[in-house]
């Protein structure tokens, strides 16, 4: 179901499993943690995901549950937690591509995501009400700091799904695009990015992440940003960057975080 090929030290990693929109049963979600695993140690500089078919991923493949035996704390905190807390920790900047259903573990899997990129057919939210179950894999959280409280809770009450561009507009993703044109722009956003200062990304990427996380207050953060920027001096491409800006030339990062030998 995952396909994973790496091409210019992008790695694209295909949900394919048209026929139930991309749904990840147990072994579905063993398999997409292998794959992230195996880009981590290629030492892709960029990653993109997405789905084949009508929707990106429709979230738990449900079809053989029997709600009566159902260890879903075991799928969940087992399983998805771990899965997608290596996606955020990814090592390189990672771009998803998302239409259609993006629902559940599938929301979830946007959420891990560093840059996620919409069509205007995508479809967003907490339709769970009516199999008596409720949002997870870190829905809640997404949808009460971007939408608040009270419009969190009306969609799930109500089962309405967002459409990619009510999303973008709800801050909630990056970019909205037409269907057609997602796939292109998704991977030339990864592109651009997998011949930047992977390093400097990083480091972004973990200021981000601690301050959405930790909650850190105005001048912590700024404490951070210094530390960062100290740690970056000591790369190659930070005096790539130094060089090519007195020079009036384009850069030539590497992305490594040991400076040139040369």
Sequence with gaps: MIELSIDND?????????????ALDEAAIVELDAAYQEAERAGVRALVLSGVGRAFCAGRDIAAVDPGTDDV????????????????RFPAPTFAAAHGACLGV?????????????????????????????LDSGGHALFVERLGAHRTLDLIYSGRLMSGAEAVAGGLFSQVF????????TE?????????????FLASKALVQSLRD????????????????AALCATG???????????KRQPAFTGRACPSPH
Excluded: C
């Excluded at 704390?73 to 955020?88: A, E, F, I, N, W």
């Design 188 to 200: 030339q956003a990864a592109a651009r990015a997998a011949s930047g200062a992977t390093q400097a």
């Design 73 to 88: 704390l075991g799928y969940l905190d087992d399983l998805v937690t771990p899965l997608l807390q290596r996606m955020s």
């Design 178 to 185: 037409a269907a057609a044109e997602l796939n292109a722009a």
């Design 214 to 229: 930790e909650r850190l207050g105005l001048w912590q953060s700024m404490s951070d940003e210094s530390a960062a920027q």
């Design 237 to 247: 491409d930070y005096r790539e960057g130094f060089a090519a800006f007195q020079q």
């Design 106 to 134: 599938g929301l979830g899997l946007l959420i891990a995501t560093d840059v996620v990129y919409v069509a205007d057919t995508a479809k967003i939210g907490s339709p769970f009400a009516n199999l008596g179950a409720t």
């Design 10 to 22: 992008v790695a694209h990693m295909v949900l394919n499993a048209p026929d139930k929109l991309n």
